[in-house]
Nanobody
Framework: VQLQASGGGLVQAGGSLRLSCAAS????????IGWFRQAPGNEREFVGL????????IYADSVKGRFSISRDNAKNTVYLQMNSLKREDTADYYC???????????????WGRGTLVTVSS
């Protein structure tokens, strides 16, 4: 099983960025794909998740209304659209897969490598 996050970069505050998480190696129809982030010196933080089959989403309060998660079943890819970015959104962003609808990173079995998002003022 492989998850590959991409799309990070440098963006000004107030701007937008879209991250992608390409999944391969198995069928993810019964999985939840979560997005997490980790800033230097901080613990890994839940951002949001999407249920692969039904498309239901959950977001952390810190990103609700600014971030949205979607999926493209044909491409086996999940997207994290980030709008109205703030400096405090700067972090490494990771996607992960779990069989549980959970915001706890310890319950995610598969992880991709992070992609760095830097928001400048």
């Amino acid at each position: 099983v492989q998850l590959q996050a991409s799309g990070g970069g440098l963006v000004q505050a107030g701007g937008s960025l879209r991250l992608s998480c390409a999944a391969s190696g198995r069928t993810f129809s019964s999985y939840v794909i979560g997005w997490f982030r980790q800033a230097p010196g901080n613990e890994r933080e839940f951002v949001g998740l999407i249920e692969w089959s039904g498309g239901d989403t959950i977001y952390a309060d810190s990103v609700k209304g600014r971030f949205s998660i979607s999926r493209d079943n044909a491409k086996n890819t999940v997207y994290l659209q980030m709008n109205s970015l703030k400096r405090e959104d700067t972090a490494d962003y990771y996607c992960a897969a779990s069989v549980r609808r959970t915001n706890h990173p310890g319950q995610y079995n598969y992880w991709g490598r992070g992609t760095l998002v830097t928001v400048s003022s």
